[in-house]
């Protein structure tokens, strides 16, 4: 049961107050409570970005996805003549939505009467509504959205004012140049929900502290502590990142890649782009999660990754990453048994924040986004 707080915005507010060397855990009831999760909607996830995969994901005309963005049913789709598009999933007639997950189609089809949209939201046709006088099929096109591509990512927001994606996100664009994100291809992606809260698993895609633990059975012994580094996050984003060894052989920099050197064959990133994407990028992988909140105990996934093109035309890559799909799916299920058993402690009456590693500043940052764009927003 969520606690009984009057104000989680003003707990907040208390917490983030603090500098980063006295720093704690966010409180309770920024979590578990409905009226927090309702200012999470209005102030973040109805104004900033909202990634809904991989451009290579929606190659062909006719390629779409679907999502849920701030309770608002959205589409995206690739034109006939190239271009992503973002509409309201939301047929004009009875309302119905109109595509649903992810595939292909030559048109849009309401699945109640048949209205039929072309791909760029123009109204086709509309059967037996010749004998209404007022009706004039060239009035109906699906409202759009914003829609733009960054490195290979789709994003779409629903504020026709927020700052364009490429502009926010330079700073990430020259940190990882090197990998050269954009040519990465998507190999699996999957959509799930887990009983957590989304800040929960953010906050632990956002620091590898947990690895030896919570990965005891998977990863954790590959994982050095000493190895972390945990920078300041910056308006945008945070990141922090592990140095690999060649035990997956994926994870290094391809013999053919001369963009990097040194370190760099082998450093990880673990990037969080604000609000809910998190990318772990290798020299020869990615994996990533994008995160949407179903109230304040639950959490829709979505969940994908391939490997950098670099890598496309050796004979055991598809070996390589099936064996790392495998590992993925293997430390999926610890983390999700680890960010359950958070959220369920978060709801007991005795939870208290604790304070914060040095292996935390992601975590520390994180907080400070989330109080900037409420604390906005009810000014």
Not at 54 to 62: M, Q, S, T, V
Not at 231 to 241: R, S
Not at 275 to 292: A, N, Q
Request: aromatic residues 10%; negative net charge.
């Amino acid at each position: 049961m969520a606690k009984d707080h009057v104000d989680p915005v003003a707990d907040l507010r208390e917490s983030t107050a603090r500098p980063f060397e006295q720093a704690r855990a966010m409180p309770p009831s920024v979590y578990t409570t409905d009226e927090f999760a309702a200012q999470e909607l209005r102030h973040i996830f109805a104004r900033d970005w909202y990634c809904v995969g991989r451009a290579d994901a929606l190659a062909r005309p006719g390629d779409y996805t679907t999502a849920e963005l701030a309770g608002q049913p959205v589409a995206v789709i690739r034109g006939q003549n190239g271009d992503l598009r973002a509409f309201s999933n939301v047929c004009l007639h009875r309302m119905s939505t109109l595509l649903h997950g992810r595939g292909n189609t030559r048109a849009i089809v309401c699945p109640y009467h048949a209205w039929t949209y072309n791909l760029d939201g123009s109204l086709r046709g509309a059967p037996a509504m010749a004998r209404n006088q007022a009706f004039c099929k060239d009035q109906y096109r699906l409202p759009k959205l914003r829609c733009q591509e960054w490195l290979g990512w789709v994003f779409i927001s629903l504020n026709d004012d927020a700052p364009d994606v490429a502009g926010q996100l330079q700073p990430v664009e020259d940190l990882i140049a090197g990998y050269d994100m954009t040519n990465y291809t998507e190999t699996f992606y999957e959509e799930h929900v887990w009983d957590t809260n989304w800040k929960v698993l953010a906050e632990n895609f956002m620091e590898s502290y947990h690895l030896p633990v919570c990965h005891a059975g998977t990863i954790g012994g590959l994982s050095r502590l000493d190895d972390m580094v945990c920078p300041p996050g910056l308006p945008a984003f945070n990141y922090h990142t592990i140095l690999k060894d060649d035990s997956l052989r994926i994870a290094m920099a391809h013999p053919a890649n001369d963009r990097l050197s040194g370190d760099m064959r082998r450093t990880t990133f673990l990037l969080a782009i604000y609000p809910s994407l998190l990318i772990t990028l290798t020299p020869g992988y990615f994996w990533y999660l994008s995160l949407h909140p179903r109230g304040p105990g639950q959490v829709h996934i979505r969940f994908g990754g391939g490997m950098s093109d670099d890598y496309a035309g050796d004979a055991d890559a598809q070996e390589n990453f099936v064996a790392l799909k495998t590992l993925l799916d293997e430390v999926n299920v610890e983390d999700r048994g680890c960010t359950e058993k958070v959220y369920n402690g978060l709801c007991s009456q005795r939870a208290a924040p604790g304070h914060l590693s040095h292996l935390e500043r992601p975590n520390y940052d994180f907080a400070q986004y989330l109080m900037a764009r409420i604390g906005a927003g009810q000014g």
